[in-house]
């Protein structure tokens, strides 16, 4: 997906190299459609700006949806179990407003609803002032597909200045978003939409879950995919408002509104983002970067989270 050699001539070394550093894809969020059993994967892909005084794409991505101006957000898709991946599928003026500027993936992973409906988190920057560590501010929200990714939709942001969020569907209908607060709270940002993200309100755990201005984790689990047989909300992330470390896996019974169960899986320190899954019903499998790797595939029992 890293749009290799786009927009340069190659024709000697010197010209690769510029196409290497001038072009490349991150921040990837993945997607099951449950129901078709085909494989999503979004990244956001930016090119030509090496030269910039800040690389990062949040430095100088701008308004529109011009190549050269704006970071694209893109998607390819497989359909068997990822052997073979199609093209990439460039959704950046499906999903992003004109007035925004670069407009991309939470990173991690994204859901299917109940009803079938595709959903990943998103965030944007948006505005004129950069007063967020010398950056546009981003807003979080999510994008959603009616139709198994063929088109895609977004509304309004759940939270402003906020970023790196992840979604879970609590109840049929209603999706949770809890997002990195970008103002030094120190916890997650919790709001919900029951319209696809038009509207948002707080969440009663708003401000409740500790965090160390990271990424995180969210993951719910039906009562009938598990062997607890209870509806379970998982929680991911580095444990700690002072930095990135002392990693824990929390479980709410309740929807989120509580959270009884945690789970220390790496006391020590990384750069901290994590990914959840179910393995099968007995055990749930984190990805994350831990202190005794860069990145650490573990698989924990659920009875070791929930006792």
């Not at 190299?17 to 449950?34: H, S, T, Y």
């Not at 030509?48 to 970071?71: E, M, Q």
């Not at 099968?280 to 659920?302: N, W």
């Amino acid at each position: 997906m890293d749009m290799d050699t786009y927009g340069y001539n190659v024709t000697d070394a010197e010209g690769w190299k510029e196409a290497q550093r001038n072009n490349g894809i991150g921040d990837p969020c993945l997607l099951v459609d449950e129901n078709t059993g085909r494989i999503f994967c979004f990244a956001v892909w930016g090119h030509g700006h090496r030269n910039d005084p800040d690389i990062r794409c949040l430095a100088w991505a701008d308004k529109g949806f011009d190549i050269d101006k704006t970071p694209q957000l893109m998607m390819v898709y497989s359909d068997d179990d990822g052997i073979t991946w199609s093209d990439p599928v460039n959704l950046t003026q499906q999903i992003k407003n004109y007035d925004w500027r670069m407009t991309f993936q939470g990173p991690g992973r994204g859901i299917t609803m109940k009803n079938g409906t595709l959903v990943i988190p998103i965030q944007h920057q948006e505005g004129e002032t950069k007063n967020m560590h010398s950056l546009y501010p981003l807003n979080s929200g999510i994008a959603y597909s009616t139709d198994h990714g063929e088109t895609w939709h977004a509304h309004n942001f759940a939270y402003p200045i906020t970023s790196e969020s992840a979604v879970a569907e609590i109840e049929p209908g209603v999706l949770l978003l809890t997002m990195r607060d970008e103002t030094d709270s120190h916890t997650r940002r919790n709001y919900v939409t029951t319209d696809m993200g038009r509207t948002w309100t707080k969440h009663a755990s708003d401000g409740l879950l500790i965090d160390s201005t990271c990424e995180a984790s969210l993951l719910h689990v039906d009562a009938a995919d598990n062997v607890l047989g209870k509806d379970l909300l998982l929680f991911s992330n580095p444990k700690n408002a002072a930095g990135r470390s002392n990693y824990h896996i929390q479980a709410s019974e309740d929807g989120g509104v509580t959270w009884t169960h945690s789970l220390q899986i790496d006391a020590g320190g990384a750069l901290g983002y994590t990914c959840l899954t179910m393995v099968d019903p007995a055990t749930v499998g984190i990805l994350y970067e831990s202190s005794r790797g860069h990145i650490l595939f573990q698989a924990i029992p659920l009875t070791d989270i929930v006792k």
